[in-house]
């Protein structure tokens, strides 16, 4: 391509330094920054459903609360405990990936991508529950629980899968980024002098965690009582 | 006398040898196009593309005009409504939006800060394919028969009642604000990590400060429309109920949203274009930027500031009065940095060697109808005026002087400024100022009938008028005539001068600033060695007195 034409002796120096960085350094505050700003931008995503949350929660709060009450409360906690882990084995990841060692990088990676299949199989049983249950927002929806919330509860519902659905949207990415890592770090591509990939992917793999961890308290937790 | 009798015009009509290496002849074939990371070519990809896109709002907009050259609109009025929603959509989204950053932001910013490129040259590219795929969605909608619920795609029309293709134009608009996310991105860490040694932030051009509060705003605000409209796709093919008051939805919540984006969007799109204008009025003034750290700073406020007006736009659709009178507030407060913007130009100016250039000319119109523009606006943001101006015309005449006398006339004026860098050669230049003339006539022929239309009560968006208005309107089309002439010719004669113009060399306009230390058209990775810089921007020396 066009700048390898013209600068092919600064490539000679480090494989992983692009032609229009001054070092590694400058290179890897850039990704850095970037993956930041990037994860800036995330949060406002899934905050334009968060402030349709907060302000139908705000009206409709009895129908609110009796949604909750159907909410399947264990596995959501398990799912949580899940992506607790999968936080854990991804940052053993990254630490791996700095330390050059191979064999406990490909172990973190694969022990992550097992916990986010875990959470989205557990989360396909959900919905599938809810959709046994007409719990699904549109004609067959059915709420004999709370029949005088019968509109107001399908607004949630909605919330409920468009938020819990963006983020499994998300994790899906996440994993197929996981997979890329995984064939990096078979080729042992990573080690002390360059990690930022495997960085870069724990920071957004972190930060899906963590919406899950908003998420989980705000669907299922608020006005659960038992 | 001394300055301007030794500026030379630095053309040349020496017939040209075996060119030099630059970033256009470096490699040839349409993969050396498609492929690139080279932030110079993905510009001109760019520049392709919203020119396209530009031509075919610019079709509606023309059509639009001729409908309403007769009180009952020459067209029925489903049509209309189809090419007005038509005529916004393409032109907010597909042109204003990404003008200036992704074509001369994207062209000049690394070389204004001594970068190579862009940070993330691969993402830049990618941002580009996003773009195209956007505005393929955008192109598809067209082709199917439009859409018909206005720019705003507003609920709960967008979401029950049209029967347009609403999915693939909010896809299409969808998908193109990810590529306005990348390239804000882009911007940022570009100006954050790859600045020159000696480049400190009270160096940068004002250019770049202007990109950088743009990039600011195209990161926090784009992905909230994109969650927006999201939302209303949902709604529309699953009849969920969030924007449907039968369910206890509100309609109203996807114009709070809506506009949280839309309106920090104009800046967005207006302030790359006050960019330009602190460049080309420092240039052709010979004179350091008066005021340079208010102008710099104007920038951020108007990017924070920006982010808290939104609820102007929603003064008469159920908004509390508590709430309108905070709104109308803050929206009188955002008018101060613009003010402090056009205060520091006209004092640039003053006791400068002014010259008239054609860039210069485009500044001149800049100045003068973005001031009208700008004071219009607080019409709208006082709340008494704004409940009788806010359905009529007065609003679209307010909009047009911000967006085509300030931004699309910006963006003429970087075009002509730097042109000479991007395509090594030089236009015509009787021809640039009849067409910069042309355009501030068409343009005022244009717009200024319809301050009187909306004045007068003619309403927005309606497909027909009362007979008295006929003469305002056919005033207006006319002057929409000559404004689409008037974008035409630029468009000859900057092709042609591609092609056959006279070569030019490095720094034509004797401009200060980086970009006119490197060749022209410059080599692909900008400079044979990173610069170092020690000056100040703008450094053009002292003033010598100009007598008589």
Same mark, same amino acid.
């Given at each position: 391509m066009a700048d390898t034409l013209v600068a092919p002796h600064e490539a000679e120096h480090d494989p992983h330094l692009r032609h229009h960085f001054a070092n590694a350094d400058q290179q890897l505050d850039s990704a850095t920054l970037g993956m930041w700003t990037f994860l800036i931008t995330e949060v406002l995503f899934f905050g334009g459903m968060f402030t349709a949350y907060v302000i139908y929660r705000s009206l409709y709060h009895d129908a609110f609360a009796a949604t909750s009450m159907v909410m399947n409360v264990p596995?959501?906690?398990?799912?949580?405990?899940?992506?607790?882990?999968?936080?854990?084995?991804?940052?053993?990841?990254?630490?791996?990936?700095?330390?050059?060692?191979?064999?406990?990088?490909?172990?973190?990676?694969?022990?992550?991508?097992?916990?986010?299949?875990?959470?989205?199989?557990?989360?396909?049983?959900?919905?599938?529950?809810?959709?046994?249950?007409h719990l699904i927002p549109g004609p067959n929806f059915q709420f004999p629980e709370a029949p005088q919330y019968f509109h107001n509860a399908q607004i949630l519902f909605f919330l409920y899968f468009a938020m819990t659905g963006m983020h499994a949207v998300h994790m899906i990415i996440g994993l197929g980024l996981l997979t890329f890592l995984l064939i990096g770090a078979y080729r042992s591509k990573y080690g002390p002098t360059y990690f930022t990939p495997v960085e870069m992917i724990g920071l957004y793999w972190h930060f899906v965690d963590v919406v899950w961890i908003f998420l989980f308290p705000l669907l299922y937790l608020i006005g659960h009582t038992k | 006398m001394a300055t301007l009798a030794t500026r030379p015009t630095g053309y040349s009509d020496a017939p040209s040898e075996e060119e030099p290496l630059n970033y256009l002849n470096a490699t040839h074939g349409w993969k050396s196009w498609l492929l690139t990371v080279d932030h110079k070519r993905i510009a001109l990809l760019y520049l392709f593309s919203i020119t396209l896109m530009f031509f075919m709002g610019g079709t509606f907009a023309i059509l639009v005009r001729l409908h309403l050259t007769s009180p009952n609109g020459l067209f029925s009025p489903e049509v209309y409504n189809r090419l007005f929603s038509m005529h916004g959509i393409v032109m907010v989204f597909f042109f204003l939006v990404p003008s200036i950053p992704a074509t001369l932001g994207n062209f000049l910013l690394p070389i204004m800060i001594g970068a190579k490129d862009l940070a993330f040259p691969r993402i830049n590219l990618l941002s580009w394919y996003i773009y195209v795929l956007g505005a393929a969605f955008a192109i598809y909608a067209v082709a199917r028969g439009g859409v018909d619920t206005g720019w705003t795609f507003y609920t709960p029309y967008s979401t029950t009642y049209s029967n347009s293709y609403v999915l693939a134009a909010a896809f299409g608009v969808f998908v193109a604000g990810f590529s306005s996310i990348?390239?804000?991105?882009?911007?940022?860490?570009?100006?954050?990590?790859? !600045?020159?040694?000696?480049? %400190?932030w009270g160096r940068l051009p004002l250019f770049v400060w202007a990109h950088y509060a743009t990039?600011? &705003?195209?990161? /926090?605000?784009?992905?909230?429309? *994109?969650?927006?409209?999201?939302?209303?796709?949902?709604? !529309?093919?699953? $009849?969920?109920?969030?924007?449907?008051?039968?369910?206890?939805? #509100?309609?109203?919540?996807?114009?709070?949203?809506?506009?949280?984006? =839309?309106?920090?969007?104009?800046? &967005?799109?207006?302030?790359?274009?006050?960019?330009? &204008?602190?460049?080309?009025? %420092?240039?052709? %003034?010979?004179? !350091?930027?008066?005021?340079? #750290?208010? &102008?710099?700073? %104007? =920038?951020?406020?108007?990017?924070?500031?920006?982010?808290?007006?939104?609820?102007?736009?929603?003064?008469?659709? +159920?908004?509390?009065?508590?709430?309108?009178? @905070?709104?109308?507030?803050?929206?009188?407060?955002?008018?101060?940095?613009?003010?402090?913007?056009?205060?520091n130009w006209m004092a640039t100016?003053?006791?400068?060697?002014?010259?008239?250039?054609?860039?210069?000319?485009?500044?001149?119109?800049?100045?003068?109808?973005?001031?009208? +523009?700008?004071?219009?606006? /607080?019409?709208? =943001?006082? /709340?008494?005026?704004?409940?009788?101006?806010?359905?009529?015309?007065?609003?679209?005449?307010?909009? $047009?002087? @911000?967006?085509?006398?300030?931004?699309?006339?910006?963006?003429? *004026?970087?075009? $002509?400024?730097?042109?000479?860098?991007?395509?090594? !050669?030089?236009?015509?230049?009787?021809? *640039?100022?009849?067409?910069?003339?042309?355009?501030?006539?068409?343009?005022?022929?244009?717009?200024?009938?319809?301050?009187?239309? +909306?004045?007068?009560?003619?309403p927005r968006r309606y497909s027909a008028y009362p007979p008295e208005f006929q003469t305002l309107n056919v005033l207006s089309s006319a002057g929409a005539t000559v404004l689409g002439v008037a974008f035409i010719i630029p468009m000859i004669y900057l092709t042609y001068a591609w092609f056959f113009g006279p070569k030019v060399g490095k720094n034509p306009w004797e401009a200060k600033g980086l970009e006119w230390e490197v060749a022209s058209p410059p080599i692909t990775l900008n400079f044979e060695k990173t610069p170092t810089v020690t000056e100040e921007a703008y450094n053009y020396g002292p003033v010598e007195e100009v007598i008589g």
């Amino acid at each position: 391509m066009a700048d390898t034409l013209v600068a092919p002796h600064e490539a000679e120096h480090d494989p992983h330094l692009r032609h229009h960085f001054a070092n590694a350094d400058q290179q890897l505050d850039s990704a850095t920054l970037g993956m930041w700003t990037f994860l800036i931008t995330e949060v406002l995503f899934f905050g334009g459903m968060f402030t349709a949350y907060v302000i139908y929660r705000s009206l409709y709060h009895d129908a609110f609360a009796a949604t909750s009450m159907v909410m399947n409360v264990p596995l959501g906690g398990i799912n949580t405990g899940v992506l607790i882990c999968s936080s854990l084995s991804m940052a053993l990841a990254v630490r791996a990936a700095q330390l050059g060692q191979r064999k406990a990088q490909i172990i973190s990676l694969l022990l992550t991508m097992f916990f986010g299949v875990v959470f989205l199989g557990v989360k396909a049983y959900e919905y599938h529950e809810k959709y046994i249950e007409h719990l699904i927002p549109g004609p067959n929806f059915q709420f004999p629980e709370a029949p005088q919330y019968f509109h107001n509860a399908q607004i949630l519902f909605f919330l409920y899968f468009a938020m819990t659905g963006m983020h499994a949207v998300h994790m899906i990415i996440g994993l197929g980024l996981l997979t890329f890592l995984l064939i990096g770090a078979y080729r042992s591509k990573y080690g002390p002098t360059y990690f930022t990939p495997v960085e870069m992917i724990g920071l957004y793999w972190h930060f899906v965690d963590v919406v899950w961890i908003f998420l989980f308290p705000l669907l299922y937790l608020i006005g659960h009582t038992k | 006398m001394a300055t301007l009798a030794t500026r030379p015009t630095g053309y040349s009509d020496a017939p040209s040898e075996e060119e030099p290496l630059n970033y256009l002849n470096a490699t040839h074939g349409w993969k050396s196009w498609l492929l690139t990371v080279d932030h110079k070519r993905i510009a001109l990809l760019y520049l392709f593309s919203i020119t396209l896109m530009f031509f075919m709002g610019g079709t509606f907009a023309i059509l639009v005009r001729l409908h309403l050259t007769s009180p009952n609109g020459l067209f029925s009025p489903e049509v209309y409504n189809r090419l007005f929603s038509m005529h916004g959509i393409v032109m907010v989204f597909f042109f204003l939006v990404p003008s200036i950053p992704a074509t001369l932001g994207n062209f000049l910013l690394p070389i204004m800060i001594g970068a190579k490129d862009l940070a993330f040259p691969r993402i830049n590219l990618l941002s580009w394919y996003i773009y195209v795929l956007g505005a393929a969605f955008a192109i598809y909608a067209v082709a199917r028969g439009g859409v018909d619920t206005g720019w705003t795609f507003y609920t709960p029309y967008s979401t029950t009642y049209s029967n347009s293709y609403v999915l693939a134009a909010a896809f299409g608009v969808f998908v193109a604000g990810f590529s306005s996310i990348l390239t804000g991105l882009n911007f940022i860490v570009t100006v954050h990590k790859m !600045r020159a040694p000696g480049m %400190s932030w009270g160096r940068l051009p004002l250019f770049v400060w202007a990109h950088y509060a743009t990039g600011l &705003i195209q990161i /926090l605000g784009t992905p909230v429309v *994109a969650i927006a409209l999201v939302l209303v796709g949902m709604e !529309r093919v699953m $009849h969920v109920g969030i924007f449907d008051p039968r369910v206890g939805g #509100d309609p109203i919540l996807f114009q709070h949203i809506f506009w949280f984006y =839309s309106h920090p969007a104009v800046y &967005i799109m207006i302030l790359p274009g006050m960019g330009i &204008i602190s460049e080309v009025i %420092s240039c052709f %003034s010979r004179k !350091r930027v008066f005021g340079y #750290d208010f &102008i710099a700073a %104007s =920038s951020m406020g108007i990017a924070v500031l920006g982010f808290l007006v939104w609820g102007h736009h929603m003064f008469i659709t +159920g908004e509390s009065m508590y709430t309108g009178v @905070v709104f109308s507030f803050l929206s009188f407060f955002v008018a101060v940095p613009s003010a402090v913007k056009v205060f520091n130009w006209m004092a640039t100016m003053y006791k400068g060697s002014v010259t008239f250039d054609s860039p210069m000319l485009y500044a001149f119109a800049f100045i003068g109808l973005f001031t009208i +523009g700008g004071l219009t606006g /607080l019409y709208l =943001s006082t /709340l008494a005026t704004n409940v009788t101006l806010h359905g009529t015309y007065f609003v679209v005449a307010h909009f $047009h002087f @911000v967006m085509v006398g300030g931004m699309v006339v910006a963006f003429l *004026a970087g075009l $002509h400024f730097w042109w000479p860098k991007i395509t090594g !050669r030089m236009y015509n230049e009787p021809w *640039a100022k009849f067409a910069a003339l042309l355009v501030f006539l068409g343009f005022n022929l244009t717009f200024l009938p319809q301050f009187i239309l +909306g004045y007068l009560g003619m309403p927005r968006r309606y497909s027909a008028y009362p007979p008295e208005f006929q003469t305002l309107n056919v005033l207006s089309s006319a002057g929409a005539t000559v404004l689409g002439v008037a974008f035409i010719i630029p468009m000859i004669y900057l092709t042609y001068a591609w092609f056959f113009g006279p070569k030019v060399g490095k720094n034509p306009w004797e401009a200060k600033g980086l970009e006119w230390e490197v060749a022209s058209p410059p080599i692909t990775l900008n400079f044979e060695k990173t610069p170092t810089v020690t000056e100040e921007a703008y450094n053009y020396g002292p003033v010598e007195e100009v007598i008589g």
